[in-house]
């Protein structure tokens, strides 16, 4: 025991704190405030730091120095992957006890009241930052930077166009601010940005090396109506449509495929090296290069039907390999008509070879050649006087064009229609596309018509009218037409004649009118020029032309009876008193 010193007591010691756990000698009050001092001194609505003691999937525990840790969701830092324990952290106040004593954080309020400034220090900066793509919205996406919903245009993604904007919903990427909008608060985010200077001096490195003809591997970018865009590793050229295969092509997708890896030959760039011009055909032979040497003028070919317009069909006997079909090639009829008539796109037609150049590529065709030419043998199938039944196909002033067969055609003159009726427009004869018999009259095989007639198919009825309609005869006839010059009668026997309007006049002194069904005598006929004259008022008029003298003369006599007599010397002086003064008169002028 004597290694203890005596120890005196503490004559105020409280024995009953001890008991109850409180300090020896320090006031409750006094306590606490040693505590509190011992904390960092925190209020609610405050941005501070704290360290990260847990992480999981949910939530982040955060110590910031107080006498409880604050709870915050993982999703607020899902910006940060990368977060772990130890990191420190900005965080807002929120409350700093809530009903369930809990002290309330939010790291997302403490970025919010930074992030702007954050914003545009990275943009002064070009500092490169995280953002988490939130979700897709028009145009491009919605990414959160520092808790500030930023705009990700589409183009800005990448430097390839982007078919799947979903796919990178959710993902935390590097991103560059390229604009803010003070007035709004609008940021503008690229992620586009960031690989571009390191492709600019990939693709400095490419054109530096290009030379035309030289063969690249490349990748289909873009597929568009007019070609398709290739990327040769940073540098885009553009195959257009034409050079994609010898064959023609209606779509580029029928060659390739987007994402599809090919071999190009480069064609030709401007100085910059900016607009590259590749192509996909060049790198195999030209289909003309390997045509059958032995195709020659007059061989039969087949081929499909790629391109047809109203001038003629193009005809694709190889790949890559076309002949024209002249719409003129397709039918011995002289009538051009639209090779749509005779064709369509896709048709597999036989063709006979009209032309080949081999040097300039082109070759023509015909198909019209597969069948006899109908004039060859014209005289033997069509011989003058022959009968035929033909097909109106259009009416000039002057006649009426038929065809009797494809690419025989004939014209029936406005004269040859009718021995009778005369025509004035052939449309008042028949009508188009309508049947019509005819006779062969001359054959011209040189320019390929044939003169038809029509009335010949009848024997002419002139020769009977000529025995029939002698001068002086009288026959009966109907007013069919009336004009100012006469009328046009049509005779109960056959045939018309005319008659002038003085020869209409009826015995009562009418004229006749239309319909009426008269006599007539004929005055005059002339078998060469078809023309009969008449006259209705030569039929009672030619027997009392012996009495008209002496009427004449008893109306002159009735006239002077009626004259008023005239008592004066001059109005009763004779013809021989006239005689005398005449005399007298004449020697007074002499003086005698």
Request: charged share 30%.
């Amino acid at each position: 025991m004597s290694n203890f010193k005596n120890v005196e007591p503490l004559q105020d010691f409280n024995w009953e704190e001890f008991e109850n756990g409180s300090t020896v000698g320090t006031s409750r009050e006094e306590l606490q405030k040693a505590y509190d001092e011992t904390l960092n001194k925190v209020a609610d609505h405050q941005v501070v730091e704290g360290t990260v003691t847990h992480v999981d999937k949910k939530e982040v525990i955060v110590n910031i120095g107080y006498k409880s840790d604050g709870i915050i969701a993982a999703s607020e830092f899902r910006y940060n992957p990368e977060l772990k324990v130890g990191d420190v952290v900005e965080v807002y106040v929120e409350n700093q006890e809530d009903k369930k004593g809990q002290l309330v954080l939010s790291h997302k309020k403490a970025r919010l009241s930074k992030s702007w400034e954050r914003v545009n220090a990275a943009l002064d900066n070009k500092e490169v930052i995280q953002g988490y793509i939130k979700c897709r919205t028009k145009g491009g996406m919605i990414v959160d930077v520092f808790g500030i919903e930023a705009f990700l245009p589409g183009s800005q993604i990448d430097v390839h166009p982007i078919r799947d904007y979903d796919v990178f919903v959710g993902k935390t990427m590097e991103f560059k601010v390229v604009k803010i909008n003070q007035e709004f608060r609008n940021v503008v985010v690229s992620h586009k940005a960031l690989i571009e200077a390191e492709l600019e001096a990939q693709k400095k490195e490419i054109i530096s090396k290009l030379e035309k003809g030289q063969i690249l591997e490349g990748t289909v970018k873009n597929i568009t109506s007019y070609g398709v865009f290739v990327d040769l590793g940073g540098v885009d050229g553009l195959i257009h449509i034409t050079d994609l295969s010898w064959g023609r092509v209606s779509d580029p997708h029928e060659v390739v495929a987007l994402d599809q890896k090919i071999n190009v030959v480069i064609l030709d760039f401007d100085d910059e090296k900016k607009r590259i011009a590749l192509g996909l055909k060049q790198l195999t032979p030209h289909p003309w290069d390997a045509l059958d040497s032995e195709l020659k003028v007059g061989d039969h070919v087949k081929g499909k039907v790629v391109v047809i317009a109203d001038y003629g069909a193009f005809v694709e006997i190889a790949p890559g390999v076309e002949g024209l079909i002249h719409v003129s090639e397709m039918s011995w009829s002289q009538h051009l008509r639209s090779a749509q008539e005779f064709m369509h796109v896709g048709d597999e037609v036989e063709a006979v070879i009209l032309t080949l150049d081999r040097d300039e590529r082109k070759m023509s065709l015909g198909i019209k050649q597969l069948k006899e030419d109908p004039w060859e043998a014209i005289e033997t199938k069509y011989p003058v006087g022959s009968k035929h039944t033909a097909k109106v196909r259009n009416f000039t002033n002057f006649g009426i064009f038929v065809e009797l067969e494809e690419g025989v055609d004939g014209l029936i003159h406005i004269s040859d229609l009718s021995w009778t009726k005369k025509v004035k427009h052939p449309s008042e004869f028949t009508q188009q596309g309508a049947e019509i018999e005819v006779v062969v009259l001359e054959i011209d095989k040189e320019n390929r018509r044939l003169s038809l007639g029509h009335k010949q198919l009848e024997d002419n009825p002139w020769d009977t009218y000529e025995t029939l309609y002698t001068p002086g005869s009288v026959h009966t006839g109907k007013i069919t037409e009336m004009m100012d010059k006469g009328a046009v009668i049509t005779l109960n026997e056959g045939g018309e004649g005319f008659a002038t309007p003085k020869h209409l006049v009826k015995e009562d002194g009418t004229q006749a009118q239309l319909g009426e069904e008269l006599d007539f005598k004929v005055i005059e006929f002339v078998k060469d020029t078809k023309r009969i004259i008449l006259s209705h008022s030569r039929t009672f008029e030619e027997g009392k032309e012996e009495a008209k003298p002496a009427a004449r003369k008893k109306t002159a006599a009735k006239k002077n009876e009626s004259a008023p007599v005239i008592n004066n010397v001059a109005a009763s002086t004779t013809l021989g008193d006239l005689g005398a003064l005449a005399e007298l008169k004449a020697k007074m002028e002499k003086g005698e």
